[in-house]
């Protein structure tokens, strides 16, 4: 291992920790990046998937030419082969013009396909032909084009379970997988949970200049014990939303309790999360959660009645300290309202982004998303999510991304959910 490389990239990509799973994690993708194979990326939501990609991108001889991040998860069905593969005018409603397509103006640049497991299966045969031969068709021509474009997908979904449900190819599963990264869940990190912590406490203290939070030793035992199912975007978010709202600097194990954090080593029969990136690629037959918001959902299910407790808190504190929100309702796929902390990372504004070295960096450090608290009333589950819905798109101009981004659903959720509430927006 080139010790010294991995923690140039550290440095780079603003990684912190040293544990074992990270380090062979970014050793793999600097020994990878100089070859053009495929790389699959795994683990589980907010564990840092998307730095991986860029690393690969950058130590490669492609460095000078285009990187593109895609968003499977959020590209509409109905666009997303012309988005990746281009179309010709006229071919479909709407082709007013001729479009290149991702794997044209990608051309010996780098793709990162993200949530490559939520590609509709047409796509994916598209993508296995691209992949084996280089040649692809626009949508509505017969003209075969060729491209050289390298690889790089992730997915933190159990890709073989998709297999075996027919949802995903498995010719496919093993082309992109010729190499495999494994990023490891914060739990498995040790030392470096309390690390990233700091990171995040000083970076948010710098930029509003006040003193860093700090946590009492029984709290660094604590945030060792719990589970951490939102990984490293979770620890992100508690650590910003304890910096703002908490008036003690130093944090308490008590103080952490109130927000969720566990000691998990006690176990909780039923409750138990068998979320391993190890267990999601593999056959076994393991409960597993397929998306932060249903392991958000368990945590904030486990606490039960303190999240109320906490929300007036929160909200009482917020009144008076004026500092804007910090909790907004969203729902996860069953309709279930759980609490979203107001503070998104950077995800990409419309499915896609092309990102150059200085957009990289600042896209890691973005402001904090305005959303305003929605007040709890005693509506059922799904009158909240369609008032929910109603107001993140009016507070959106009807623009349906920017609604959906908000609420912490896909496109193709909201869409779905508008025709099955049949909203008449
Ligand atoms: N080692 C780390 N040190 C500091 N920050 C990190 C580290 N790893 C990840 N982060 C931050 O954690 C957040 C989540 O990471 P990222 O978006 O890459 O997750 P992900 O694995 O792609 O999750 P998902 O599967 O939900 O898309 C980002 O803000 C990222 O900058
Ligand atoms: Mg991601």
Redesign the pocket.
């Known amino acids: 291992m080139d010790e010294r490389k991995i923690m140039q990239v550290k440095q780079r990509y603003?990684?912190?920790?040293n544990c074992e799973g990270?380090n062979h994690a970014l050793d793999i993708a600097v020994q990878v990046a100089p070859t053009d194979v495929s790389v699959l990326i795994v683990?589980?939501?907010?564990?840092?998937?998307?730095?991986i990609p860029r690393v690969i991108h950058d130590n490669s001889a492609r460095k000078h030419n285009k990187y593109f991040a895609i968003n499977c998860g959020s590209l509409p069905d109905g666009t997303i082969d012309s988005e990746l593969f281009g179309h010709r005018k006229g071919s479909f409603t709407g082709a007013v013009d001729d479009r290149e397509g991702y794997f044209g103006v990608a051309n010996n640049g780098t793709l990162f396909l993200?949530?490559v497991g939520e590609l509709p299966l047409a796509t994916q045969a598209r993508l296995l032909r691209v992949l084996e031969t280089g040649e692809y068709i626009r949508v509505g021509e017969s003209e075969i084009r060729k491209t050289n474009v390298r690889i790089v997908a992730?997915?933190?979904v159990n890709l073989q379970k998709a297999i075996k449900e027919g949802k995903f190819r498995e010719d496919l599963y093993y082309r992109l997988n010729t190499i495999s990264i494994t990023?490891p869940p914060l739990r498995e990190r040790g030392k470096?949970i309390e690390r990233?912590f700091k990171?995040?406490a000083i970076d948010i203290a710098d930029k509003y200049s006040f003193e860093p939070i700090r946590l009492t030793p029984d709290a660094c035992e604590l945030i060792q014990k719990y589970k951490w199912p939102g990984?490293?975007?979770q620890l992100?978010n508690i650590t910003e939303q304890l910096s703002i709202i908490s008036e003690e600097r130093e944090i308490s194990a008590d103080t952490l309790m109130k927000y969720g954090i566990t000691d998990d080593t006690k176990g909780e029969p039923g409750l138990v999360l068998h979320s391993g990136a190890r267990d999601r690629q593999s056959d076994a037959e393991v409960h597993t959660y397929e998306?932060?918001r249903d392991l958000l959902f368990m945590m904030l299910s486990k606490i039960g009645n303190e999240v109320k407790g906490l929300k007036e808190f929160i909200q009482s504190n917020l009144e008076t300290q004026n500092r804007g929100t910090d909790i907004y309702t969203v729902f996860n796929e069953d309709n279930m309202p759980i609490q979203k902390p107001v503070y998104n990372?950077?995800i990409y504004p419309s499915g896609v982004s092309v990102i150059n070295d200085h957009e990289y960096q600042q896209s890691?450090n973005m402001p904090p998303v305005e959303v305003e608290v929605v007040n709890e009333t005693p509506l059922s589950n799904k009158e909240l999510m369609k008032k929910n819905i109603i107001e993140a798109l009016r507070r959106n101009k009807g623009n349906r991304k920017k609604a959906a981004l908000e609420l912490g659903i896909s496109d193709r959720t909201l869409y779905r959910k508008i025709k099955s509430y049949d909203l008449d927006l």
Do not use: C, M, W, Y
Request: proline share 3%.
């Open positions: 603003g990684i912190v920790g990270l683990g589980e939501s907010g564990v840092g998937k998307e730095a993200d949530e992730a997915t933190n990023v470096d990233i990171k995040f990984n490293i975007r992100r998306s932060e990372q950077p890691q």
